[in-house]
């Protein structure tokens, strides 16, 4: 690959007159702007590309620590309501049975990201914590 000067050089000779050598410096100089112009256009793209990947990484540690949480609640809920269930069918105790499957239907039914929203604006806060 030959570096961008020959091949300014190059096109510059295809497109103007050797003997014209005013032309040629003017076409040159031109030619360099739009590189300059190229290479800025190159320069904000990769830093947007690099704010956006930025953007999305904060994005992943708020949405893993939402499901963290989420998912450690649904879970400890969902035991307590197993182990009613292990009760109610050891001492055949149909309330206890009805509670256990309506909870655990309830939770199975929960939308687990109906809160993410609230959870990412709270993230930002410097004083937020979360308690399980």
């Known amino acids: 690959m030959s570096n961008p000067a020959q091949s300014i050089i190059r096109y510059a000779a295809r497109q103007v007159p050797a ?6 410096i003017a076409a ?13 256009k ?3 793209i990769a830093a947007q590309r690099d704010v956006l990947i930025q ?3 904060n ?9 963290e949480q989420r998912f450690a609640e649904r879970r400890e809920t969902l035991d307590r309501f197993f182990l009613l269930l292990d009760y109610g069918v050891t001492h ?4 206890s049975i009805d509670a256990a499957l309506t909870g655990i239907l309830g939770i199975i039914q929960d939308n687990p ?4 929203e609230t959870f ?4 930002v806060r410097p004083d937020f914590v979360i308690e399980l």
């Open 19 to 24: 003997l014209d050598a005013i032309s040629v």
């Open 28 to 40: 040159f100089t031109e030619i360099l702007k739009v590189v300059q112009t190229e290479e800025t």
């Open 42 to 44: 190159r320069a904000q």
């Open 55 to 57: 953007a999305l990484a």
């Open 59 to 67: 994005e992943r540690e708020v949405m893993l620590a939402y499901f």
């Open 92 to 95: 055949h105790d149909t309330a």
């Open 113 to 116: 990201l109906r809160d993410l």
């Open 120 to 123: 990412k604006k709270c993230m």
